[in-house]
């Protein structure tokens, strides 16, 4: 079978859950089509977090990875189409703040997502869960991630498929924390599963 890294975070900010972590601990070890998921949780930390996402790369060599993360206040499931080599904005869970700070110092300005984000939109559009390409991943632990994945796979020439996807919030978030869009963790759990079979249809 083939391997599929799939990350989600702990809680961050004032979010008291974080969706990506419920789907992820779920999904781990299961089956989809040809892929075995190897779900891991991350921290939400500009010092560590990209470091132990290379690790996971380096120790498990997946084909593809994704990684998750709450991008509260959106109400699309949003594959992201481009990281940027920039770390900036709140505290993560460490009280770290970097302003304008570069995630690499010789990398590119930004990297690319490989996964068929567009074939991915399409499908969860056709299964009558709304999503959009998003063009920008932010400047936080997300984006971060997301460019030390993609900066991994291009230093090492890997063909391995590397992205990120942002989700709404869940019910379980919107009730704690106020005013802010959500969907149920069912649709959320379905959408990253569709995102999955869509890289069998893909040949990848
Ligand atoms: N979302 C944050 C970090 C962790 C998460 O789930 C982000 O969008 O950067």
New binding site residues.
């Given amino acids: 079978m083939k391997k599929l890294l799939l990350t989600?975070?702990e809680p961050?900010l004032n979010?008291t859950v974080?969706p990506?972590m419920k789907i992820v601990e779920e999904l781990d070890g299961s089956a989809i089509g040809e892929y075995e998921l190897i779900g891991k949780i991350m921290t939400?930390d500009f010092k560590t977090s990209g470091q132990q996402l290379v690790k996971l790369l380096t120790e498990i060599q997946p084909d593809v990875h994704i990684s998750?993360?709450?991008?509260a206040g959106r109400y699309k499931i949003t594959p992201e189409r481009i990281a940027i080599n920039i770390k900036d904005?709140d505290a993560d869970n460490e009280g770290n703040k970097p302003v304008d700070e570069s995630i690499q110092e010789t990398g590119e300005a930004g990297y690319l997502s490989t996964l068929p984000i567009r074939k991915i939109v399409n499908k969860l559009i056709e299964n009558g869960l709304p999503a959009e390409i998003s063009n920008s991943?932010?400047t936080?632990?997300?984006?971060?991630v997301m460019y030390e994945g993609l900066h991994y796979v291009k230093t090492t020439n890997s063909e391995m498929l590397s992205g990120f996807i942002?989700i709404p919030a869940s019910h379980e978030l919107a009730i704690q924390h106020g005013k802010i869009p959500s969907w149920s963790h069912a649709d959320l759990k379905q959408s990253i599963v569709i995102c999955i079979e869509v890289l069998e249809e893909y040949g990848k």
């Fill in positions: 989600g975070f961050f979010y974080n990506t939400v998750l993360g709450l991008a904005g991943a932010g936080y632990i997300c984006n971060n942002h």
